[in-house]
T-cell receptor
Framework: EPEVTQTPSHQVTQMGQEVILRCVPISNHLYFYWYRQILGQKVEFLVSFYNNEISEKSEIFDDQFSVERPDGSNFTLKIRSTKLEDSAMYFC????????????FGQGTRLTVV | ELKVEQNPLFLSMQEGKNYTIYCNYSTTSDRLYWYRQDPGKSLESLFVLLSNGAVKQEGRLMASLDTKARLSTLHITAAVHDLSATYFCAVHYGQNFVFGPGTRLSVLP
């Protein structure tokens, strides 16, 4: 069964460092998303991406964040200068353009900023 | 801005009992989703509800959607311990999915 895969599963980084979180969406999907979830809390929308550009972003997605689809399969989230409050689980998701438009989520990357 | 609320936020119930989780949202949408999340895990899709009056059932879970009332329900029948998890509703809005705060369900023996 097709699935969204994310790497790494866990990343520990020092405050101020840059991190890149990687995702491989389901191959025939056209919409891609990043969400984050601080431990035990709400699932928060960061950004959606379609047709090689950002289609929508939240107020959380400031200049420290960027997304890229460097090739036909990967979808990345970069955080330029990490802060302690960036520690969270980051989920990538993808969906198709059909009626269902159901989002399928990857297993997540747990980012710990120390 | 779309707001999605769930209640209750915490639910502790005994095995064999029935209960309903409610999801309200503030702006018109005709697509609502229910997800399950086990601790430390990802979000697993349970139901996709696409129209007013939609009802879906899978095992002991049944979800419904009333778009006029902007309300969805997730009904649990004869709960078992394996259903212990956090349940999120999410509404498709614009180019994203807006999640409710989640209902943490514990089913006790």
């Amino acid at each position: 069964e097709p699935e969204v895969t994310q790497t790494p599963s866990h990343q520990v980084t020092q405050m101020g460092q840059e991190v890149i979180l990687r995702c491989v969406p389901i191959s025939n999907h056209l919409y891609f998303y990043w969400y984050r979830q601080i431990l035990g809390q709400k699932v928060e929308f960061l950004v959606s991406f379609y047709n090689n550009e950002i289609s929508e972003k939240s107020e959380i997605f400031d200049d420290q964040f960027s997304v890229e689809r460097p090739d036909g399969s990967n979808f990345t989230l970069k955080i330029r200068s990490t802060k302690l409050e960036d520690s969270a689980m980051y989920f990538c998701a993808s969906s198709d353009t059909g009626v269902m438009t159901e989002a399928f989520f990857g297993q997540g990357t747990r980012l710990t900023v120390v | 801005e779309l707001k999605v609320e769930q209640n209750p936020l915490f639910l502790s119930m005994q095995e064999g009992k029935n209960y309903t989780i409610y999801c309200n949202y503030s702006t018109t949408s005709d697509r609502l989703y229910w997800y399950r999340q086990d601790p430390g895990k990802s979000l697993e899709s349970l139901f996709v509800l696409l129209s007013n009056g939609a009802v879906k059932q899978e095992g002991r879970l049944m979800a419904s959607l009333d778009t006029k009332a902007r309300l969805s329900t997730l009904h649990i029948t004869a709960a078992v311990h394996d259903l212990s998890a956090t349940y999120f509703c999410a509404v498709h809005y614009g180019q994203n999915f807006v999640f409710g705060p989640g209902t943490r369900l514990s089913v006790l023996p």
